[in-house]
């Protein structure tokens, strides 16, 4: 599986994380999300990946992320498509369920 780093953008402020923690850090982090060019840029390297996985920060809090999903699944039909996810946004049946429709394989917590 590869990874399509949406940003380091999240919208919990977990303990365990890696990611966005000063702790972990030997520099200052400048949070920010990656703009849809530098993702297409990524997905278009995508050719040779037996799957991908959208991963940052947190893609849920992406307003494209659907848009960018069925980019991937209609450019790469036979690659698995992932979210790595903290899962907050899926307390909204509805976005659980537009995920799904839209044609998304795994979601990872």
């Known amino acids: 599986m590869t990874g399509i780093d ?3 953008v999240c919208n919990n402020n977990c303990i365990m994380c890696t ?3 000063q702790a972990f850090c030997k520099t200052k982090l400048e949070q920010k999300m990656h703009s849809k ?3 297409l ?3 278009e390297n995508m050719k040779s990946a037996a799957g991908i996985a959208f991963t940052g920060g947190e893609p849920t809090i992406r307003g494209d992320l ?3 999903i069925e980019l991937v699944k ?3 039909p036979e690659k698995r498509i992932c ?3 903290n899962g907050r946004m899926l307390a909204y049946k509805n976005y659980g ?3 799904e429709k839209i044609g998304l394989d795994e979601i990872i917590i």
Do not use: A, C, H, M
């Open 6 to 8: 949406v940003g380091n």
């Open 19 to 21: 990611q966005l923690r």
């Open 37 to 39: 060019s530098d993702l």
């Open 41 to 43: 840029k990524q997905i």
């Open 66 to 68: 659907f848009e960018l």
């Open 74 to 76: 209609n450019r790469f």
């Open 83 to 85: 979210l790595l996810t």
């Open 97 to 99: 369920k537009e995920l």
